[in-house]
């Protein structure tokens, strides 16, 4: 194993021959961490090296740059997924989905606070947020409403349909600045009940399972 | 008129005694726009200064700090506003408050998205941002749903009419970061039209109007 490590600097994803799995995951839940403390531009190198007791120049040698280490502490941390949910209506799934992301809205809503203006403005980093946190979600989404059209539930046109996951992802974010408080199981569960399934023509909780 | 400006430091608000009313709003503007820029964290009283040509002691003798000089110009500065909406119906109201919020949206999206992370993290921010961009809008859109119960056209009890302010304010929000794009006007109608006038169990964009 070469000592140098000059090698492959435009993809800062490999060769992480000095830091095992163990010890990048630590690193990237410190990213994280530190993101949803102070939010990305005040995200420094010299911060996480010293939350993660890490040298500065190891994280310069094995990411490069701040964006690339968010990027990558994005893309390396798994979260909440919702593509394991299939409980056989529609309305189940989204019950389910309701709760899984009112769950994990603690954790998600202030990173995807901190990093979403930034992200506005830097291409790389809008990417890898979308691709870690919400296309993951988006396609988990569509997925329900799919196999709702597939089942009968609903109509294959129905025109609510394609705005489910702007809507959970929406209040999501809306909430702790309409009300001061994140959008937690019990209110995404209402609106589920009261906004998206009587948008989509689905009045009952559980319909025909 | 007294050199010396020591007096009522803890109220920034008042006393601009040496900055005409068309100044202040220029300082005002520029804040807004360094904040959409850059962002809340980014933001120092130098760079305003550089911006706006104005001296530094001037801004920290005038609103004694960045928070409070983002405060004074949230609330000093007037965006869109949809209290003056009243079309005679409910449909018809909302589908003037997504064309008004559509036009508004490349401005107020990417200050919501620059404030809302330091906003969660300051209290006093957070409450400033709520008056000037998000309290006005809820009340104006809760204004709407009431206009539409005493005329008749949804029950006083209707569950999904507690949903619409979040709704729209949330897909506005969301849609950046879904697709890449702010929620224009034609998005914001077709979200209307689909799924929130479902939603209510309105189907028709302007019912007995």
């Known amino acids: 194993m070469p000592s140098h490590d000059s090698v492959q600097e435009s993809a800062p994803v490999s060769r992480r021959s000095k830091i095992t799995p163990e010890r990048e995951q630590e690193l990237y839940a410190a990213v994280l961490d530190l993101l949803r403390e102070s939010g990305y531009e005040s995200l420094t190198m010299e911060g996480v090296a010293s939350r993660t007791r890490c040298g500065k120049s190891t994280l310069y040698r094995q990411w490069g740059s701040k964006p690339e280490l968010v990027v990558a502490a994005l893309h390396g941390t798994r979260r909440m997924s919702l593509s394991h949910i299939d409980t056989g209506t529609l309305a189940g799934d989204l019950h389910r989905a309701a709760r899984s992301i009112g769950e994990g809205s603690g954790r998600d809503t202030p990173l995807m606070h901190a990093l979403s203006h930034a992200a506005l403005q830097n291409p790389e980093l809008l990417c ?19 196999r709702g059209v597939e089942r009968g539930e609903i109509a294959a046109d129905n025109p609510a349909a394609a705005y489910v996951a702007a809507q959970l992802l929406g209040v999501m974010r809306a909430r702790p600045l309409l009300e001061g408080r994140y959008a937690d199981e019990a209110y995404l569960t ?18 025909e399972s």
Do not use: Q, S, T
């Open 128 to 146: 890898a947020l979308r691709e870690a946190l919400i296309l993951p979600e988006i396609a988990a989404i569509d997925a329900m409403v799919r």
């Open 190 to 207: 209402r609106f589920v009940a009261n906004a998206i399934l009587p948008g989509l023509g689905l009045r009952a909780p559980l319909p």
